[in-house]
């Protein structure tokens, strides 16, 4: 980047994050990570995303990478460090690289719309997360220990190593993300339930539009087709 077109981005307020937001996390990107296929993460959704012993692949189209060969996406470094972004809360102009803390606690991104002022001033409230309306059907948090952003095949080996004679009721985050999903219904056998019913990837199979057995009566049929 020469010193004209730093001088003349410096401070540029971007319309639109998607460029600059992490797929995974849904955040402004921390230490962004480009893999094979093109696409970007944060360093640490990366990292959780590609388990170890497990074949490790882009969250997004699921095209195979190897972890090591991982670079620096210094284009979205540079934006980040020389542009600026507007709070969905309290509609700051801040910079990038201050965004992401930002959300973590401007009070306003809770507010309805009342005319409530000074809430980005008020006490801030720790690791509270900027909710999406796009439901995460790609990355999982852990029931046992919480860890996060593994995906089903993550999610599965995770479990096997980890907590293998685990006799908690947990509730399955794959079955409680989707349409039909009950957030409150606990499995008596999380284990059991994850090796059987998750062998695949819903997003390959599902139609979201449809309901629970008709879903899972479809994916079984595609799947079988595969082998």
Same mark, same amino acid.
């Given at each position: 980047?020469?010193?004209?077109? %730093?001088? &003349?981005?410096?401070?540029?307020i971007?319309?639109?994050?998607?460029?600059?937001t992490?797929?995974?996390?849904?955040?402004? %990107?921390d230490t962004?990570m480009?893999i094979?296929? !093109?696409?970007a993460?944060c360093h640490?959704?990366?990292?959780?995303?590609?388990?170890? !012993?497990?074949?490790?692949?882009?969250?997004?189209c &699921?095209?195979?990478?190897d972890p090591v060969?991982?670079?620096?996406? *210094?284009?979205?470094e540079?934006k980040?460090?020389?542009?600026?972004?507007v709070?969905?809360?309290?509609?700051?102009? *801040? @910079?990038l690289?201050?965004l &992401?803390a930002?959300h973590?606690s401007c009070l306003?991104?809770?507010?309805?719309?009342?005319?409530?002022? !000074?809430?980005?001033? !008020?006490?801030p409230?720790p690791?509270?997360?900027?909710?999406?309306?796009i439901?995460?059907?790609f990355?999982?948090?852990?029931?046992?220990?919480?860890?996060? =952003?593994?995906?089903?095949?993550g999610?599965?080996d995770?479990?096997n190593?980890k907590?293998?004679?685990?006799?908690?009721?947990?509730?399955?985050?794959?079955? @409680?993300?989707?349409?039909?999903?009950?957030?409150?219904?606990?499995?008596?056998?999380?284990?059991?339930h994850? =090796?059987? &019913?998750?062998? %695949?990837?819903?997003e %390959?199979?599902?139609d979201?539009n449809?309901?629970?057995?008709? @879903?899972?009566?479809? @994916?079984?049929?595609?799947?079988?087709?595969?082998?």
């Open positions: 980047m020469s010193v004209f077109t %730093f001088l &003349r981005d410096s401070g540029k971007l319309e639109n994050l998607d460029d600059v992490c797929p995974v996390c849904l955040e402004i %990107f962004p480009r094979c296929c !093109g696409h993460f640490s959704c990366l990292v959780n995303c590609a388990c170890k !012993g497990t074949k490790s692949v882009c969250p997004l &699921r095209t195979s990478f060969k991982k670079t620096k996406a *210094i284009e979205l540079k980040i460090s020389t542009c600026r972004g709070c969905l809360g309290c509609k700051k102009k *801040i @910079a690289s201050k &992401r930002h973590m306003k991104l809770d507010k309805d719309d009342s005319g409530e002022l !000074g809430a980005c001033g !008020g006490e409230e690791e509270k997360p900027v909710l999406s309306d439901p995460n059907r990355t999982f948090n852990c029931p046992y220990c919480s860890l996060k =952003n593994l995906d089903v095949h999610l599965r995770h479990c190593q907590h293998t004679g685990n006799k908690t009721s947990v509730v399955c985050p794959v079955c @409680a993300s989707m349409p039909w999903g009950d957030p409150q219904k606990k499995s008596a056998n999380f284990l059991i994850l =090796n059987l &019913r998750h062998k %695949f990837e819903y %390959f199979f599902v979201y449809l309901d629970d057995s008709t @879903a899972l009566q479809k @994916a079984l049929e595609a799947s079988l087709k595969d082998l």
